[in-house]
RNA sequence: GGGGUUGUAGUUCAGUUGGUUAGAAUGCGGCCCUGUCAAGGCCGAGGUCGCGGGUUCGAGCCCCGUCAACCCCGCCA
């Protein structure tokens, strides 16, 4: 193609396609770049070569879509563009033909500051410009090597339904109405989960799949309501053989997307290490800025925020006490108020003056700055209440500090895995449980009683009582999540395989065993066959993509996404459909207002 | 559901304390030009100041509402 010729094509006779990014007219020579998915060359119409060519190419104009036949000649002397890959050559035509003039564009390509409305409506004419075109070109490259390094490894490549069913738990379902069963509805699956879990049970024992994934819940930066996930099934594995495979598969993707060689085995950090430290269960170890615990040290002192506080924690900025001004020190209490905490107490170490330090005793400081490791200069930030609460609005803290005082260092790839997650977590607004992966992953054998005694519990009619609560909340699970920079990149467990488990564990989660018939009932009785042990893991390919890419929004890794508003602009859908269709359907909308 | 940012020629932006005919660059159109490469020179066209309402003698600017894009909270097993 135009962008991958060189000097080694000299004399060539050559055929090219592509469309013109710019034009030079100089009256008796004009100049075009054209351009295609590989990059620029320069072509040249003058009089000496063809008559015919140069007095067409005088109504090009950007953006037409041509061919032109030519030969590739050196240019010369001193004519060279050291700033094309092409530079070296031109292309002097002897034909053209333009297959579709251009009305000029609504916005220049590649041009970053272009406002994202008008892109996304035109988003075909954004495709062409160097930077989505570089994505998806990238993108297409980590599957392609996803592929290899699976099929390498003895997994299959196989595909799941689309059109699924409704399960609880999880994100809200994107619906699609049953023609043929009236009053019915298939869900699009949030993830191939069970599909894969059977796959097993089907003896496909190692499986992925690169997925479409929907969820019907608000946008962000790097979420959208399709999506695509890395998705993988194993029998007869372990924990530690999955973390081993797919260490190696993103070690392989970032050295093979960025050129950065990360050492396996990656480190493995406790959950609830993770959480004490960083205040986030998928912590950014690229700094340091590490929570400390200062329950102890306060623990009866005479700052009643303190002393009446289950958990203490504190942020030590080093040089804080320069480096960060009052006015900053506000505007973090109103970022921190985000997330539900009161206010941002602080001292500055080694000044008595301040708000905090003024309601302490000189000792009690003094214990306090010890228990902390900080030195005069450094600033001090506390949380102060339920561990949990604590520690989030820290772990936030730190990310913006990290942030805000340039702390993180680029270049970086830090792959980390969390582990030892808890099996349930709390919700005392609802009063019930939630798995904290997904219902399906199984906890730590010795665990296991602890489960069957609470679902016989609940069984013979118990219910929920502080003691079960304590109990199964402190069961961990076999569950794992892959952690690049800070971001999510993927997570998976050890699944459950037996009935009996599987049962118990939906039963603690509060389905009653109706519901637990009618949503998984095949899945139960699959687990009745024969199921192997087995495990797996999922990764958010458009997250990755965009990491490795080193853009800002999984939207400039996505073809064709969507806004925050779920819409997409350019196709302009989600559009109404004809009465029609939806009496075909037996659907009636509601539309208030 | 909530908080915030942005919205002015095709595009990116400027527009003073509310004051006459809303500017620049770029793009676009025409003419000139045989070695440019973001070509250059001359000339020209191009505006519902997102939309609606209000305050005012007078609104791009102030107020209220609304729409859209984006960022965030909630939500996302």
């Given at each position: 193609?135009g ?16 469309w ?15 351009r ?16 015919e ?8 104009r ?40 251009a ?8 041009d ?11 988003r ?27 099929d ?60 479409r ?12 309501p ?7 099934e ?8 999955i ?9 392989h ?18 959950w ?5 430290r960083?205040g ?29 506080a ?11 006490a320069?480096?960060?001004s009052r006015?900053q ?6 970022f921190?108020?985000k997330?539900g ?6 001292v500055k170490v ?20 010890a ?5 005069p200069?450094?600033l001090l930030?506390f949380g ?15 990310l ?19 582990v030892?997650?808890?099996?349930f977590?709390y919700?005392?607004?609802e009063g ?10 199984s906890?730590?054998p ?28 402190a ?8 952690v690049?920079?800070g ?40 687990f ?20 490795l890419?080193?853009?800002?929004a999984?939207?400039?890794?996505i ?27 037996h659907?009636?909308t509601?539309?208030?207002?």
């Amino acid at each position: 193609m135009g962008g991958d010729l060189r000097t080694s094509h000299l004399g060539q006779e050559v055929t090219l396609f592509g469309w013109v990014d710019s034009r030079r007219d100089h009256g008796g020579v004009i100049f075009v770049d054209l351009r295609d998915r590989t990059g620029l060359v320069q072509i040249v119409f003058e009089p000496e070569t063809s008559p015919e060519a140069h007095q067409a190419a005088d109504r090009l104009r950007g953006e037409y879509a041509v061919g032109i036949r030519g030969f590739v000649r050196a240019r010369g002397e001193g004519l060279a563009n050291p700033r094309l890959a092409t530079g070296e050559i031109e292309v002097a035509v002897r034909q053209l033909e333009v297959y579709n003039a251009a009305r000029p564009l609504p916005f220049p390509l590649d041009d970053d500051g272009v406002d994202e409305n008008l892109r996304l409506t035109h988003r075909y004419l954004e495709l062409r410009g160097k930077r989505l075109t570089g994505a998806l070109a990238a993108r297409h490259r980590i599957m392609q090597q996803m592929r290899r390094y699976l099929d390498d490894r003895g997994f299959l490549e196989i595909e799941t339904p689309i059109l699924t069913k409704s399960t609880p738990e999880g994100a809200r379902d994107y619906l699609v109405p049953s023609r043929v069963h009236p009053g019915e509805f298939f869900a699009l699956p949030q993830s191939p989960q069970i599909f894969k879990q059977i796959l097993m049970v089907g003896g496909q024992d190692r499986y992925f799949q690169i997925a479409r994934c929907f969820r019907d819940e608000d946008l962000r930066a790097d979420r959208q309501p399709e999506f695509t996930q890395l998705d993988c099934e194993l029998s007869w594995t372990s924990q530690d053989q999955i973390l081993e495979l797919f260490e190696g598969l993103m070690a392989h993707l970032i050295h093979a997307s960025v050129g950065a060689n990360v050492s396996a085995p990656i480190p493995r950090m406790s959950w609830l290490d993770a959480m004490n430290r960083y205040g986030s269960d998928k912590p950014d170890t690229r700094f340091g800025l590490e929570l400390c615990d200062l329950t102890d040290a306060t623990r009866g002192c005479s700052f009643q925020v303190f002393s009446g506080a289950p958990v203490v924690k504190g942020l030590r900025v080093p040089g804080g006490a320069q480096r960060i001004s009052r006015s900053q020190i506000d505007a973090l209490t109103d970022f921190v108020r985000k997330f539900g905490a009161k206010g941002l107490a602080y001292v500055k170490v080694g000044d008595p003056s301040g708000p905090v330090a003024k309601n302490l005793a000189e000792a009690e400081l003094a214990t306090i700055v010890a228990a902390a490791a900080a030195e005069p200069g450094d600033l001090l930030f506390f949380g102060a209440g339920e561990w949990g609460q604590v520690v989030d609005v820290l772990g936030r803290l730190r990310l913006k500090l990290g942030q805000d005082l340039g702390l993180i260092p680029q270049g970086l790839w830090n792959l980390l895995w969390v582990v030892d997650f808890p099996m349930f977590e709390y919700d005392a607004t609802e009063g019930r449980l939630y798995a904290m992966h997904h219902p399906f992953t199984s906890a730590r054998p010795s665990d296991l009683p602890v489960l069957a005694r609470w679902a016989a519990h609940l069984d013979e009619g118990g219910t929920l009582t502080p003691e079960a609560i304590a109990e199964l909340t402190a069961v961990k699970a076999n569950a794992y999540d892959m952690v690049l920079n800070g971001v999510e990149l993927g997570g998976g467990s050890i699944r459950i395989h037996q009935a009996e488990v599987q049962q118990q564990a939906f039963r603690l989660l509060g389905l009653t065993p109706d519901e637990i018939k009618t949503k998984f009932g095949f899945m139960i009785e699959a687990f009745t066959y024969g199921t192997p042990p087995h495990g797996g893991i999922a990764f958010g390919l458009d997250r990755l993509c965009m990491l490795l890419s080193g853009v800002p929004a999984i939207r400039d890794v996505i073809a064709f996404p969507k806004t925050q508003q779920a819409r997409d602009l350019m196709a302009a859908a989600p559009g109404g459909v004809d009465d029609k269709q939806l009496k075909e359907l037996h659907v009636r909308t509601v539309v208030e207002g």
